[in-house]
């Protein structure tokens, strides 16, 4: 060409030619982009959009303000959640809503990262569709990955265009297919939580969880027909908390129902009731595409130490688990267990909704539960660890019990040791319930008595008296596999459980069967616990003279014991006794002679309950002055150890001094108070007397 134009025209070639022919020379793509984007036809490679949807408006909005196409960046979405939650189903719903604001094309490619029948798609064979897809002829295509996502880039460049690229393994299959151009649109979805994406690309994560009820049940009615979800309504509640708003186990069992037509959905509900069986039923009718092929996806990208934990985590029967249990469980050492768990919320296997908090879903659980081979060693850590951790929490209140052997603590095992026992007790109540139930099913009938003795202090503090009911109960059950001693604790503290609900009878019955146990001669400190039980429901009942009987009996048990806390409660309750029955200083007597002790061995709560005593003494004697003054002080002192428990009381007993002392806003606002204790721990009675005389004392002002 330059001879030619040299012989011809008597010139060199201009800088336009010159430049053209070099890139000849160098194969540039983008001489591949000019061809390709004359000849190829606009890709419209959505798949069908999802036949059954429903909910998710929230996730929709929030996929279109991530997407909205910007001047100067190209728009990147992340759908991250676990396998059969319904990524996919978001994203095709999204996309073909918004098919218009993207005139040049939609390009989609399933990449298989996570898939039961096929390894994940290489980068490569992805981008090369891509290009056959956008009219790139064979011969043009480079042959190495870098220049074929140049060239891939460069054909998308100035057009609007959205990519969905499907089930992505990780970040690095994914970079390479990103377009350059700020008018295209990427929607991932993947297990993973493309992390890399995020902090490279700028990609905008969107978490994808469980539907609510109200989503799942038009899920369902949608495939199986508003009239027999009607006919029915208990078995599709039951359906519903089975499949727990997981859209693949909705699908399935939707499924199943169109396919019985004849089957009451009530009979579908009894096959997924046994846990055991759950799994197997709901995949019975499709294997490759059930809950066990989509997690066997995720569980292959684990590794050994990573499969382990995920098995091992099942076993945890709570809504959700702490690191500490998790290594108790795993019998790992913290700082690898942190790291395993990590990995395993990066594949969507956890979720951790509160820092340090990681949980599963029910049938995630259930596949995890599958894959255990031994769980004995497992479970003997995992229940000595809430037993031990309990165990550190309660005695930081610092509150005098009895000595209890509690179950052997083993080496590999490290117990939490709680800087606020009531915020620990608060995080793992729940769990140490369903702990609780799952040693009943076990036989472990020690480590169901010791965690109903570790929550006492707790549950009496925040007024959860329901809770301590439930943990006693258990514990009951088992009561014929201990010895006498425990026995006796166990009916023990039965009867003072069922007292704090008011239900009187059934709490003398135990307390009486407790004092039956005890060897009145040589066990002085459970004959001192269990007469002063059986006077605190006598208080209750305000029957003041036996009260009185079994106190002083537990006055002089606790003389014997010689443990100054325990002499100190009982002369505060002979006090409050005496003082019912008019024998005021007599009652001042032993309660100044308690307040003493306390006071000197820094026992705040019980200075609280003695003070309190000394205002009532103070309020029977016409002191109501000296009254509002114990009162406040030991309202004070409870919210400082924040026991909530008997705070309504005191707040009553402050009203009536104020009332007392002419001061009718102070007396109702305390009434309030005292009112709003009491309905919280559902103490219907105490309401009911105190709405009475919130009544009274606004009749004078509604009369105005």
Not at 90 to 106: K, M, N, S, T
Not at 542 to 555: F, K, N, T, V
Not at 574 to 596: I, M, P, S
């Amino acid at each position: 060409m330059r001879l030619r134009l040299a012989e011809d025209l008597g010139t060199d070639p201009g800088p336009e030619l010159r430049e053209l022919h070099q890139r000849i020379l160098t194969a540039d793509p983008r001489l591949a982009a000019v061809a390709a984007r004359r000849a190829a036809a606009v890709p419209r490679q959505l798949p069908a959009p999802p036949a059954w949807f429903a909910g998710r408006s929230s996730e929709l909005a929030a996929l279109s303000e991530v997407l909205a196409v910007r001047d100067n960046s190209m728009p990147v979405a992340t759908i991250w959640g676990n396998g059969g939650i319904g990524k996919t189903a978001l994203a095709l719903r999204w996309a073909h809503q918004h098919v218009d604001e993207f005139p040049d094309g939609q390009l989609h490619v399933n990449l298989r990262g996570f898939d039961p029948l096929s390894e994940p798609v290489p980068t490569s064979v992805a981008v090369r569709a891509f290009l056959d897809a956008l009219g790139v002829a064979a011969a043009s295509v480079p042959t190495d990955l870098d220049g074929q996502a140049a060239l891939y880039r460069s054909l998308l460049a100035d057009r609007r265009m959205l990519v969905v690229l499907d089930n992505a393994a990780d970040s690095a299959q994914v970079a390479p297919l990103l377009p350059g151009s700020p008018g295209c649109a990427v929607i991932v979805t993947s297990r993973d939580r493309l992390a890399g994406l995020v902090a490279n690309q700028g990609a905008r994560p969107l978490a994808v969880g469980l539907l609510d009820d109200s989503a799942a049940s038009v899920l369902l009615g949608s495939r199986v027909g508003a009239a027999r979800l009607a006919a029915d309504p208990g078995a599709v509640a039951e359906l519903l908390a089975l499949c727990a708003g997981f859209p693949l186990a909705l699908s399935l069992v939707a499924g199943r129902a169109q396919t019985r037509p004849g089957f009451p959905l009530s009979a579908l509900a009894s096959e997924l009731r046994d846990a055991g069986s759950r799994l197997g039923v709901l995949d019975e009718d499709d294997p490759g595409a059930g809950i066990t092929a989509v997690l066997s996806c995720s569980h292959r990208a684990l590794t050994a130490e990573q499969a382990q934990v995920f098995a091992l985590l099942g076993l945890h029967p709570g809504p959700d688990i702490s690191l500490g249990a998790a290594a108790a469980l795993s019998g790992l050492p913290v700082a690898l267990v942190s790291r395993v768990l990590r990995a395993l919320e990066r594949l969507s296997l956890l979720h951790q909704d509160v820092p340090g908090r990681w949980r599963m879903h029910d049938l995630v659980r259930l596949f995890a539960v599958e894959q255990v081979s031994d769980s004995s060693d497992a479970l003997r850590r995992f229940m000595a660890f809430y037993v031990h951790s309990s165990r550190l929490a309660d005695e930081s209140y610092g509150v005098i019990a009895q000595g209890v052997q509690f179950v052997a603590l083993p080496a590999d095992c490290q117990p939490d040791s709680p800087s606020d026992a009531s915020v620990w007790f608060d995080t793992e109540l729940a769990c140490l319930l369903a702990v609780q139930r799952l040693a009943v099913e076990l036989g472990q009938h020690d480590v169901v008595w010791q965690l109903a003795w570790n929550s006492v202090t707790y549950c009496y503090r925040r007024g959860l008296h329901f809770d301590n009911l439930a943990f006693w109960e258990a514990a009951l059950a088992g009561v014929s596999h201990v010895d006498t001693l425990t026995a006796s604790l166990i009916h023990r503290l039965v009867g003072r459980a069922y007292s704090r609900v008011q239900r009187f009878s059934e709490s003398l019955d135990q307390l009486q069967f407790s004092l039956s146990l005890v060897d009145r001669e040589h066990d002085a400190v459970n004959l001192c616990r269990t007469e002063q039980a059986i006077a605190l429901v006598y208080k209750r009942l305000q029957e003041w003279q036996p009260a009185l009987d079994h106190q002083l009996e537990a006055l002089s048990a606790a003389r014997r014991t010689g443990e100054p806390i325990w002499i100190g409660e009982s002369l505060s309750l002979v006090g409050t006794f005496a003082a019912r029955l008019g024998r005021h200083a007599w009652a001042r007597q032993c309660c100044e002679e308690a307040l003493a002790l306390f006071q000197q061995h820094q026992d705040i709560e019980n200075e609280a309950d003695v003070t309190d005593v000394l205002g009532v003494i103070a309020a029977n004697t016409g002191d109501h002055l000296t009254a509002l003054r114990h009162h406040q002080r030991a309202l004070d002192l409870y919210r400082q150890i924040g026991n909530s428990s008997v705070i309504g009381h005191t707040l009553a007993d402050l009203a009536r001094a104020h009332l007392a002392l002419g001061h009718p806003d102070q007396a109702r606002s305390a009434f309030e108070q005292s009112l709003a204790v009491f309905e919280r721990q559902s103490r219907d009675t105490e309401a009911a007397d105190i709405r009475q005389s919130l009544a009274a004392l606004l009749v004078p002002s509604q009369r105005c």
